[in-house]
């Protein structure tokens, strides 16, 4: 596997992974996987509302890897969650995967009145030794201290909008602090940061690209970034990132830009329950 980081149940995962959010065209989430492959990537990362694990599946079954050989997240949707059917969620995502465990699965959304009793069910599937680990998606302070008060599993990753433009520093503390690890989703804040004068400069400098800058000043504030592409050139870039380093001064640049812009939309199903705030 590329570069790990332990998770605090002492899972190794991948730091940097493939998203595939969006990738439901024919054959375009199979192509996507084999050429992310083909270069060194081996955490894939999918949901249940992106509708194509099916496709992740076939992929992953195209490869003929052992199963030990790649990561595998999936993530429990809101529907099920207000349904109370997240463990038959869960089983259907298997099945369209094919596989007979995933290494992380997440809540994907904090849905008021109905998160506490999803992760009871998450930790059950964990316990069941179905689940290497279980996490979080697009949790706070305030909802991470609900499940660490209430329950007896801390969930092993939050993963999150994170990127230059929404620094989240209080937010990687509180995560730092209490051993979950966070996993940045949107890292390159679909493209909004990717042609400022700033990160030009420092690109520059490396010989590298804007999005290769962003990508490594999460690496080395221990985030693990999840870029989404079908591309191959741009599936390559976005890997080629561990082998150089910011310097301090270029960390606190970037760590200046922030905005509190925010890329990805509260779904619709919970813009009435939630705001900016919550999540």
């Not at 079954?61 to 052992?66: C, E, V």
């Not at 985030?223 to 301090?248: M, T």
Request: charged share 25%.
């Amino acid at each position: 596997m590329n570069d790990t980081i332990f998770l605090n149940n002492g899972v190794a995962m991948p730091r940097l992974g493939l998203g595939v959010y969006k990738a439901a065209a024919d054959g375009e989430v199979q192509s996507a996987i084999k050429d992310a492959f083909s270069v060194g990537y081996r955490l894939i990362d999918t949901a249940s509302v992106y509708r194509n694990e099916e496709g992740v599946g076939a992929a992953l079954k195209a490869l003929r890897l052992p199963r030990e050989a790649y990561f595998i997240t999936t993530k429990v949707w809101n529907t099920a969650q207000r349904l109370g059917d997240v463990e038959n969620a869960f089983n259907r995502s298997l099945e369209r995967l094919g596989l007979e465990y995933v290494d992380l699965y997440l809540i994907h959304w904090p849905v008021p009145g109905y998160y506490e009793e999803t992760w009871r069910v998450l930790e059950k599937l964990y316990r069941d030794g179905r689940v290497r680990a279980i996490g979080v998606s697009n949790f706070n302070e305030r909802q991470l201290t609900e499940i660490m008060t209430n329950f007896d599993i801390v969930p092993a990753v939050n993963q999150i909008e994170y990127h230059p433009l929404w620094n989240r520093q209080n937010l990687l503390d509180f995560c730092r602090r209490n051993g979950i690890v966070v996993q940045a989703y949107a890292p390159l804040a679909r493209g909004a940061y990717l042609n400022r004068a700033v990160i030009e400069k420092i690109a520059d400098k490396y010989h590298r690209t804007t999005a290769q800058i962003g990508l490594r000043w999460l690496l080395q504030k221990d985030i693990c970034p999840i870029p989404k592409s079908v591309h191959p050139a741009r599936i390559l870039s976005n890997y080629q990132i561990f082998d150089f380093e910011l310097d301090e001064v270029e960390m606190q640049t970037l760590d200046s830009m922030n905005e509190n812009f925010r890329s990805a939309n509260i779904p619709d199903d919970l813009k009435d329950q939630l705001s900016l705030d919550d999540i």
